[in-house]
């Protein structure tokens, strides 16, 4: 009862950010660089020695496992699926059935049915697909912060090492350095190709021409269109079943199909971006670890000094008010508990279809629904982005002052820099357009405006034309916080990429310098 009791809780309980506590194992020193030295290493036994005697001091072994969380199979699974959606295959994929929706298109004129299975598709789409981007965004988050920690475990013993051998020497050399050559890893075509497309799907040219076009939907319903009702029409353009009319339901579905291709789009090369970044920025911390891992083993054999790592605490980001709501809400969008009240509408929905005969409006509802909760979904994503991209920031800024006191102790003269926050005109809109779709007062305007949708719908007891009204606006708004989503990443991996960037250059200037204090003592 116990084990099954703890398995529902892994796998449907919203997991809550917490504090852990990390420490970094001891990087061994080479046995054979210890060998001419060994009588000043008094910390190493002669087992310890024999141990790691097939080691070069360039060879080491880092525990990567994340033993932090007790992962559910729920949580596997979700972690696979996040991997695989932000995979080639699936960008290939929605390219093609996007090209092939077109094609059927303009082979059979665009009928209404055509454009209902888009909404309706991308509508189920994007609702999953926000699950699946708030999970991607909390354990990528948690990733880095586990980084953070080991590198800051470590950053307490390389001070008290180096500060230990820099006393050791009889004199100080300040050495003028130039900026070492740090390659970081080449992007393949694709990634090349997705990572300018990005940059222009984000862009603020993109952005004003996605609000011109719905100004211009807008104009466009006072044109006559013709209605999609059934014959004997009481007039071309006038009685109570007119043949075309205004701001029709046709003309509303018109601007849901369009935004139902610019949410397909945009949701997908978001979660690719994501990935291919996150990917990227891994790998680059791992060799920046590996590095980091030398360093000590270095510092070890130089001083002989094998006292532990120290353990640190790495916090949460901290959240208080509405945010702490916000947070919460966010944790159970990427959790067990989302996909399973996900899979139980999906059930009631198709449980429903021969009620209502499989009409229009049983076709719209899974689109109104998700549609609705994708909107909050989706100022929920921004903000929570914003606030974890925020944190994760400072605590990379604050390895960026380790690295540099690090090479203040040495005596290496040289300045890490920061990413540039110097902003045009337009770029300084774009943030504050940003900033003001990010902030918690957002996702409370999008709360308020649902349940506004919700009183407008059942005074239309839910007609085709209530459930248009309540997709419609929030669709545009919610292709709007998709785009500037992806706005918002395009700066955060800049800034992430050239903050790793530093940090490989302080390493490997360090680690340069001992390897000439270790070539010296051989």
């Known amino acids: ?89 699936v960008f290939c994929i929605a390219s093609l059935i996007l090209i092939l929706w077109i094609v059927i298109g303009i082979v059979y004129k665009a009928p209404e049915t055509w454009q209902i299975i888009m909404q309706d598709g991308q509508s189920i789409q994007c609702y999953i697909w926000d699950t699946l981007l708030m999970r991607q965004q909390l354990d990528d988050s948690d990733r880095f912060l586990a980084f953070y920690g080991r590198l800051k475990s470590r950053f307490s013993m390389h001070k008290q090492l180096l500060t230990e051998f820099h006393r050791s020497q ?4 300040i050495r003028s350095t130039e900026t070492p050559t740090v390659d970081l890893a080449e992007e393949n075509w694709f990634d090349r190709q997705a990572t300018l497309f990005s940059k222009i799907l984000g862009s603020a040219p993109a952005i004003i021409l996605y609000w011109i076009g719905v100004f211009v ?26 043949e075309y009319v205004s701001w029709s339901d046709v003309w ?16 997908v090369v978001l979660q690719n971006v994501r990935a291919r970044n996150n990917k990227f920025v891994r790998n680059e911390l791992n060799k920046v670890s590996l590095l980091d891992s030398k360093i ?3 510092s070890r054999y130089l001083t002989g000094n094998m006292e532990p790592n120290k353990e640190v605490e790495v916090l ?60 909050i979904d989706g100022f929920t994503l921004r903000e929570t982005f914003r606030a974890i991209t925020a944190y994760d920031e400072a605590k990379f800024d604050e390895l960026l002052d380790d690295s540099q006191e690090l090479l ?32 918690k007062y957002s996702v409370m305007a999008s709360v308020f405006t649902v349940v506004a949708l919700l009183v407008i719908a059942s005074g239309l007891k839910w007609s085709v034309t209530g459930q248009l009204i309540c997709n419609s606006p929030t669709m545009i708004i919610e292709g709007f916080c998709l785009l500037i989503l992806i706005q918002a990443h395009v700066w955060a991996d800049y800034q992430r990429r050239f903050t790793v960037r530093q940090l490989a250059i302080s390493r490997t200037l360090i680690a340069r310098f001992l390897d000439l204090e270790v070539s010296a003592r051989r």
């Open 408 to 439: 203040t102790i040495l005596g290496i003269d040289y300045q890490l820099q920061r990413p540039s926050t110097k902003f045009n005109i337009q770029q300084r809109i774009s943030v504050y357009v940003s900033n003001a779709c990010s902030s």
């Open 170 to 173: 009889k004199k100080v050399h």
């Open 252 to 267: 509303q579905m018109y601007i849901n199909t369009a935004v139902a291709v610019v949410l397909l789009i945009s949701s």
């Open 1 to 89: 009862m116990g084990s099954t009791r703890d398995w529902i809780k892994r796998s449907f309980v919203p997991r809550q950010a917490t504090a852990f506590s990390i420490q970094s194992t001891v990087v061994q020193p080479s046995s054979t660089l210890l060998s001419p030295i060994s009588r000043e290493v008094s910390g190493i036994s002669e087992k310890e020695k024999d141990e790691f005697s097939e080691y070069e001091i360039d060879q080491f072994q880092i525990k990567e496992e994340d033993d932090l969380l007790n992962h559910s199979y729920i949580d596997v699974m979700l972690k696979i699926f996040v991997r695989w959606a932000g995979s080639i295959t």
């Open 316 to 375: 949460p980001c901290k959240r208080k008010g509405f945010e702490k709501v916000i947070s919460f809400y966010a944790a159970i969008i990427g959790s067990g508990i989302g996909l399973a009240i996900s899979v139980l509408v999906f059930i009631v929905w198709l449980a429903i279809g021969h009620l209502m005969q499989w009409d229009s409006n049983w076709w719209l509802i899974i689109g109104t629904y998700t549609g609705l909760v994708g909107y």
């Open 296 to 298: 000590e083993g270095t």
């Open 217 to 242: 939907w807008v104009g466009c319903g006072a044109l006559k269109l013709k209605t999609d009702s059934d014959p004997p029409y009481t007039g071309r353009y006038s009685g109570s079943n007119p």
